[in-house]
């Protein structure tokens, strides 16, 4: 320290460095232009009882003592040193300069002297004492315009010279930082872009980046959770996040093969009609199919039976056309009726097959209006033939019942089937459907007899061949006539067979006097245990297998006579049906 002004390097400098670095002339003694002059960082202590006087030690960033005195032992802590503005210094004025002697002093005591710290210049100085303090580059910019605040009060002065100390690397003590000014704000500091600015506030630690990392990391976990789990709750309550469109076929080929069920079902619909009947205080409904483009339409006795007199049948067409129609003709022996449609134009009559050359297990399609659903189609297969059955009787004198050597099929059949067609693989009639067995016994297409109505899969329709001449009768004379063999059965044999009776109707000869049976020489007591070779097991099964041919028609008929079998032949008589 010369004259109390320090030697200011922003680096500390090895011993041979600091000597060869001139002296900076005094302020008393010099014009003025030197370096600033600075106070004394602190204010003098006078070596008092037990106090020791000791130089503040430089920091790592000192390279010269600066002359402070200090009663507290030297700290390690490194603490810039107190810079000030030039103009601050012209206003509190040099501070008294201690001598400062070039030659190194006495050391100190080892117990007062601080170790000395080996360091090295970051940069070489600069002979030519380039500012600032004579450090190389890099430069940095000097604040704007530095405006101080005010006046500065006078720094108090040193009562004392300290002796000069050799400059040794000692631990920094601490240095108080100059206070604000009273009603103004800090004094403008010397910019030292290596040192810390004195009197600005600290600035802020950094975070640890992994700390932020960390947390980020777990702030996206918690958000990308909850946004899942929200998503998750949506498509699961709605099925996904936009419209569902499920996989499907393509529009292709409506039409389908003749011989294929909906082939048959299409050809032969618009055909097929369904009635309401109403009168004589009952109504029903059923079905009848098309005959010819005259408007013929074929269907059940027991169908239109309730409109015989004063009744009335609307017919509906599967295209939903209605028409009314009027009874052409009926017959309860056969349960077929035929009514006629007026003023109904583009009528498709249904083709007619043959049932004679049906075969068990060939398929088979029923269409009807079960439990009045029209246009119902159902299939299935042929499951016998020539199944005698009897349907009626409701009136009680016999006059109503049919009697029918019918063919069997499992196609569902309901009631409102009852007078509907029954089609081969070729979309022909073969059949007309008429009755079913029900749970509770046998019945017409109406359930019968009052047992459990619907389809058990045995339904019976009349072979379109007999059903083919009752109709042509029908709508030519309004009549069927129905083939006879002249005879009384006795309907309460309880044998294998059917017997003849021993006396007729009203007392009359049980073999009608000329007829086809007295003619063939039957007696009465016979009994007659086949028809054309074919099993009769009753009276009922003998009248089927009559009525399935036409009057006219020669039989061979198997009989017992006393024990013995015989065998004869008749042509079949005909008697108008009712």
Request: aromatic share 4%; glycine share 16%.
């Amino acid at each position: 320290m010369n004259d109390g002004k320090p030697n200011w390097w922003s680096r500390p400098s090895t011993e041979p460095e600091a000597a060869r670095i001139p002296t900076p002339p005094s302020t008393d003694g010099g014009d003025g232009d030197g370096d600033f002059p600075l106070p004394a960082p602190h204010p003098p202590v006078e070596a008092g009882d037990g106090a020791e006087l000791t130089d503040s030690a430089a920091g790592p960033e000192a390279g010269t003592a600066t002359g402070a005195v200090t009663g507290a032992e030297p700290r390690s802590e490194a603490v810039p040193p107190v810079l000030l503005t030039k103009g601050e210094a012209a206003e509190t004025g040099p501070a008294p300069a201690a001598p400062v002697a070039d030659a190194p002093q006495a050391p100190a005591e080892p117990a007062q002297l601080a170790p000395q710290a080996q360091t090295q210049p970051l940069h070489a100085p600069d002979e030519y004492r380039t500012p600032p303090y004579g450090e190389p580059g890099p430069w940095a910019p000097a604040p704007p315009v530095q405006h101080p605040a005010g006046p500065v009060p006078p720094q108090p002065q040193p009562q004392a010279a300290v002796p000069p100390v050799p400059p040794q690397p000692q631990p920094q003590a601490a240095v108080p930082p100059v206070p604000p000014q009273q009603g103004g704000t800090a004094p403008w500091m010397q910019y030292d872009p290596w040192g810390a600015g004195v009197g600005l506030a600290p600035a802020p630690a950094k975070k640890s980046r992994k700390g932020l990392a960390l947390t980020g990391a777990l702030v996206f976990a918690l958000v990308t959770g909850v946004i899942g789990g929200g998503i998750g709750a949506y498509v699961e309550r709605n099925g996904g996040l936009t419209t569902v469109e499920l996989p499907q076929a393509d529009a292709g080929d409506t039409d389908r093969a003749p011989e294929s069920i909906a082939g048959i079902a299409a050809g032969a619909l618009p055909g097929v009609v369904t009635l309401h009947v109403s009168g004589g205080g009952s109504s029903g409904t059923g079905t009848g199919f098309v005959l010819d483009t005259k408007g013929h339409i074929l269907t059940n006795n027991h169908v239109v039976d309730a409109a015989e007199s004063s009744g009335n049948i609307s017919v509906t067409f599967s295209s939903g056309e209605t028409a009314r129609a009027k009874i052409v003709g009926k017959d309860a022996g056969y349960d077929l009726a035929v009514v006629q449609v007026t003023g109904v134009s583009g009528l498709k009559a249904l083709p007619l097959g043959n049932s004679d050359n049906v075969r068990v297990g060939d398929p088979v399609v029923a269409i009807g209006a079960p439990f009045d659903l029209s246009n119902t189609v159902t299939s299935g297969i042929i499951s016998a033939k020539e199944r005698p059955i009897t349907a009626g009787g409701e009136k009680g004198d016999g006059t109503d019942v049919s009697y029918v050597d019918a063919l069997q099929t499992d196609a569902p059949i309901n009631p409102g089937n009852s007078g509907g067609p029954l089609l081969d693989s070729k979309g022909r009639v073969i059949g007309i459907n008429s009755a079913i067995r029900a749970a509770g016994g046998s019945g017409d297409g109406d359930g019968g007899g009052g047992a459990q109505a619907g389809s058990i899969g045995l339904g019976f329709a009349i072979p379109i061949n007999q059903g083919k001449r009752v109709a042509e009768e029908l709508i030519n004379t309004g009549k069927a006539t129905h083939p006879v063999i002249g005879v009384s059965l006795d309907m309460q044999f309880n044998g294998d067979g059917a017997r003849v009776g021993d006396k007729g109707k009203d007392g009359a000869a049980s073999v009608t006097p000329g007829g086809p049976a007295a003619q063939a020489g039957l007696r009465p007591g016979d009994v007659i245990t086949k028809v054309d070779g074919q099993r009769v097991h009753n009276g009922e099964e003998l009248i089927v297998k009559i009525r399935a041919h036409r009057p006219g028609d020669k039989l061979r008929l198997t009989l017992t006579r006393d024990g013995k079998e015989l065998t004869k032949t008749l042509t079949l008589g005909s008697s108008q049906g009712t």
